[in-house]
């Protein structure tokens, strides 16, 4: 009896050790199933539409690099800014991050970031910041002089000969006003007035060409002029290009300069960037869902007291926007400025007290009511007896007011 109980612990010990010794085998009894892995990222270049160089009253002298843009798909987000210098220039790379394995919505998203340019060990002069193909130029002070408060690009009228320079002025949009709606594949022509202001006649070898955004022409250049026909210094010249809308909803901008054949873009007071002028407009083929029905109700710009005559280099302004809504609905809103088409001035950032052309939020609105942002309006102002506010709401059509001057 000993030797058969002797026998059978063995055979189970056996039995354990080859249990462990074989290879797993998965249970059959219902469907298999896998454990997803992290999301494939993948970055570009986000689409940058100006640039401001911001230089604080501070000690030591710091200089920041003000960027707007926006993101153009719904699950994109905004990566880490890398800065490189190199002979008196700042490239500042700035990227869109998304999911690379699946589809996004195509959505336009203003984005605004702030990178801090290392000035600490660069001598006094000029220097350039260029973020994906945008620039600006600011001035270091020396030692002596005290920094100046938040410089913008200030174009330079570029030599294309011995004799003369290029340089234009922006007058006016006299056709599709910005965030016109346009069904799907619709052609239409944008013109708008230039005036020669440099030193140069134009000719028929002057072009308006394509610099970025949504092309929506087809070619990226076109010639201003017929043969024979000239604009001299002072004249104004309607320049106009056949587009063609996109066939996808959303909204689009093209951003367009001159230039003289086989020479560079030349600087455009009063339009975008200092080189460039646009065309901005909405698609819809009548399926998107009605926007939020909230309304602008006013928009109001009064002098500071105390700050001087209105309209002048000296005087600070309240801008009062009024929006309304019928129900309950979270309203985002954003309010600029204008003077041609470039920013007016800044606003004073209620969140952290800095300055910025664009200021954006939401108002929440819990029934039927009407509400007030108030803001302060500020210089450096390029055109002081030219300051246009604009606001809208919920990425629906801009609103203005322009100040009244005496």
């Given amino acids: 009896m000993k030797k058969l109980l002797q026998m059978a612990s063995s055979v189970v010990l056996i039995g354990l050790v080859l249990a462990a010794c074989s290879p797993l085998v998965p249970a059959t009894n219902g469907p298999a199933t896998s454990i997803p892995g992290p999301a494939q990222m993948t970055t570009r270049p986000a689409p940058v539409e100006s640039v401001e160089v911001q230089i604080p009253h501070n000690s030591p002298l710091q200089v920041n690099a003000l960027i707007h843009g926006h993101l153009t798909e719904s ?30 919505l195509q959505v336009v998203t203003p984005f605004e970031t702030t990178v801090a340019l290392d000035v600490s060990s660069l001598p006094a002069g000029n220097y350039t910041v260029t973020a994906n193909g945008v620039s600006a130029v600011f001035t270091l002070p020396s030692e002596s002089e005290p920094p100046t408060a938040a410089p913008t690009a200030v ?19 006299m056709t599709i006003p910005d965030y016109t709606l346009m069904a799907p594949g619709v052609a239409f022509t944008k013109t708008w007035r230039l005036k020669n202001s440099g030193s140069c ?59 003289p054949e086989n020479g560079e873009l030349m600087p455009i007071s009063g339009g975008a960037n200092g080189n460039s002028f ?3 407009i909405r698609v819809d083929d009548g399926s998107s869902e009605p926007p939020p029905d909230t309304t602008i109700a006013a928009i109001d710009i009064e002098p500071e007291q105390g700050s001087g005559p209105a309209c002048t280099a000296d005087s600070t302004y309240f801008v009062h926007a009024s929006i309304t809504a019928n129900g309950p609905i979270t309203a985002a809103y954003e309010i600029g400025s204008t003077a041609g088409q470039i920013p007016a001035g800044n606003f004073e950032d209620p969140g952290n007290g800095g300055l910025s052309p664009y200021i954006t939020g939401t108002l929440v609105f819990n029934q039927a009511d009407t509400k007030t942002i108030s803001l302060r309006f500020v210089g450096p102002y390029p055109h002081p007896d030219d300051i246009t506010v604009m606001v809208r709401v919920n990425g629906g059509p801009w609103h203005s007011a322009k100040l009244i001057c005496p």
Avoid: H
């Fill in 201 to 259: 006649t134009w000719s028929s070898s002057y072009l308006v060409a394509y610099i970025r955004g949504t092309t929506m022409s087809q070619q990226p250049g076109y010639w201003i002029l017929q043969k024979g026909e000239t604009v001299a210094p002072g004249q104004s010249v309607n320049v106009s290009v056949g587009m063609t809308a996109p066939v996808e909803n959303g909204n689009y901008t093209s951003y367009w300069g001159l230039r």
């Fill in 278 to 280: 646009y065309v901005k």
């Fill in 155 to 173: 174009p330079t009228a570029r030599p294309t000969s011995s004799a003369c320079t290029d340089a234009a002025t922006f007058v006016k949009d």
């Fill in 75 to 104: 699950c994109a987000t905004l990566g880490g800014s890398q800065v490189t210098y190199a002979g008196n220039v700042f490239q500042i790379a700035v990227v869109a991050v998304s999911p690379g394995d699946r589809g996004c």
